[in-house]
């Protein structure tokens, strides 16, 4: 097999191209025959000897592959010989074979292609664990992305605009912001020609930017960190424009703002269960079209350094991809993103079976996001059942389960019911209000959050009114409800509680 191999540090002139033995596999891992291996910023590192990871002389840059699984290890179950895969290899991909941690190996989604699959794990993975998980990006606020025009920078600029948030991208020319434009930016700067301080104030009315995505930092980074909201966070990806700077910390302290650190590498091993729900979702927003990476240029392996030259020379926009053969083509797909939307929006007529609305399958159930779902049938809260849930929950101090010491202490006099009882019925409830036809499984597993608002009384009745808030793709063929649900007490103006009520759906 052939691989560009650094054999020395050094510039991407270094590299050459040699012919090696095939690879075999190893307990627990895959050997894939690639198709294509995007180029990534830490490849431009990894040959100078400046990545926090060091592999020993000589090997093969490329940490992002896709293609087909050759030869599988003892011990690994979920790929096949035959299966397409992509796969997070850190080092080993610019070749046409590469040895890899099963661990580090997945299906690619029926409809993707390899290039797509070589060009989606890296940057939509960093990009989207920075925004969800270390800067909480909320509907509404203002993102800032420095270095948007990059692979991770567009990345978040199209993520970015699907959270919800108003994007201002910043690059580095006219052309680049013409790219991030087309992938939903709503203002740009170029930082080679304008005022980056002022263009931000112009563009926030003075108020700031909440989030900012800095992959470049260098000179970029204190002008961008001046202008952060109050309690903004500002988001440390990489150093793609040179210099790591050194960034007064006093401005932290008057900004009341968080420098926070995003290493998704890092991230993925410590905390793979989250790394893995953030690439089901991914790969569901994927499927609907939602997000698709630019493709900047596709290089032949004999060309393989071109591409990571021209990461380093900055003239990459999106992704550098190498491919392994000539049927390897540009991605095209098969739907534009409107087409897509314009279908799951249409209307679905509901059946109904008494006041149970009945979906046939999970399409209905998502066309039906953000109407009411109904108001479930009252539920009288008796004292054995305070008593029982009392016991399951070790809480069975005396204004709960003595009734005569509540009639002589308790300002209401009469016990009341566990704030968390009225919430556990929610199960009941919502198995009343609707039904999907479709399902082969259905777990009701928590809130995202809940306030307690009135007493519940011994007797007193309770009912559950909800709103279909969110549906959200679950893989491999499933959905995460989220549910705003109010548990009304009767005869009183204020509810027993409301909550906003996580579910799972699977066909």
């Not at 270094?14 to 307990?27: I, N, W």
């Not at 159930?365 to 070790?394: C, H, P, R, Y």
């Not at 003595?402 to 009341?416: D, H, L, R």
Request: proline content about 4%; overall charge neutral.
């Amino acid at each position: 097999m052939k691989a560009l191999l650094c054999k020395e540090f050094g510039k991407p002139d270094t590299l050459v191209l040699e012919e090696l033995e095939p690879l075999k596999a190893e307990a627990g891992k895959v050997v894939i025959t690639i198709k294509a291996c995007s180029a990534n910023f830490p490849d431009t590192l990894i040959i100078q000897n400046l990545y926090q990871f060091k592999p020993a002389l000589p090997f093969s840059p490329g940490g992002e592959v896709s293609g087909i699984v050759k030869e599988v290890g003892e011990g690994v179950k979920h790929v096949k010989v035959g299966d397409k895969v992509f796969a997070m290899t850190g080092w080993g991909g610019m070749a046409e074979e590469v040895l890899v941690d099963a661990r580090r190996v997945f299906p690619m989604l029926p409809s993707m292609d390899f290039v797509t699959a070589a060009s989606v794990m890296y940057n939509y993975g960093t990009s989207f664990h920075a925004l969800k998980d270390r800067g909480e990006l909320k509907t509404g606020e203002i993102l800032l992305v420095l270095g948007a025009a990059g692979g991770v920078g567009l990345a978040a600029v199209e993520l970015g605009k699907m959270m919800g948030a108003k994007v201002i991208a910043a690059a580095s020319s006219d052309e680049k912001l013409a790219v991030c434009k087309e992938k939903g930016a709503d203002f740009t700067i170029n930082y080679t020609t304008e005022d980056l301080r002022e263009q931000i104030k112009t563009f926030t009315e003075g108020k700031g930017v909440d989030v900012i995505y800095d992959a470049v930092g260098d000179k970029y980074a204190e002008p961008a960190l001046r202008s952060i909201a109050w309690k903004g966070r500002y988001l440390v990806v990489g150093f793609a424009a040179g210099e790591i700077p050194k960034i007064p910390l006093n401005l932290a302290l008057l900004k009341g703002c968080s420098i926070v650190g995003v290493f998704w590498g890092q991230f993925a091993d410590k905390e793979s269960a989250k790394n893995f729900q953030n690439i089901q979702e991914l790969a569901g927003y994927f499927m609907k079209g939602r997000l698709r990476p630019h493709i900047h240029k596709l290089y032949a392996l004999e060309n393989a350094a071109d591409a990571i030259a021209d990461l380093m020379n900055r003239k990459v926009v999106g992704k550098a991809v190498v491919v392994m053969s000539d049927d390897v083509k540009m991605s095209s797909y098969e739907a534009p993103k409107e087409e897509i939307q314009t279908k799951e929006e249409r209307p679905v007529e509901i059946k109904k079976e008494g006041n149970t609305i009945l979906f046939k399958n999970i399409a209905e159930l998502k066309a039906f996001k953000g109407k009411e779902l109904g108001i479930s049938s009252w539920q009288t809260l008796s004292q054995e059942m305070i008593n029982d849930f009392a016991k399951a929950t070790f809480d069975d101090q005396w204004i709960h389960v003595n009734e005569e010491m509540a009639k002589q202490f308790s300002p209401f006099g009469k016990t009341i019911a566990h704030g968390f009882l009225s919430l556990s019925l929610s199960p009941k409830f919502m198995y009343e209000m609707f039904k999907v036809e479709s399902a082969k499984m259905g777990l009701n597993y928590g809130t995202n959050k809940v306030r307690f608002i009135s007493p519940v009384l011994s007797g007193s009745r309770v009912r559950m009114k909800a709103i279909l808030k969110e549906v959200e793709d679950m893989q491999p063929s499933g959905v995460k409800l989220i549910i705003d649900a109010i548990f009304e007490l009767e005869g009183s103006e204020k509810p027993a509680c409301a909550a906003e009520l996580l579910s799972v759906i699977y066909e």
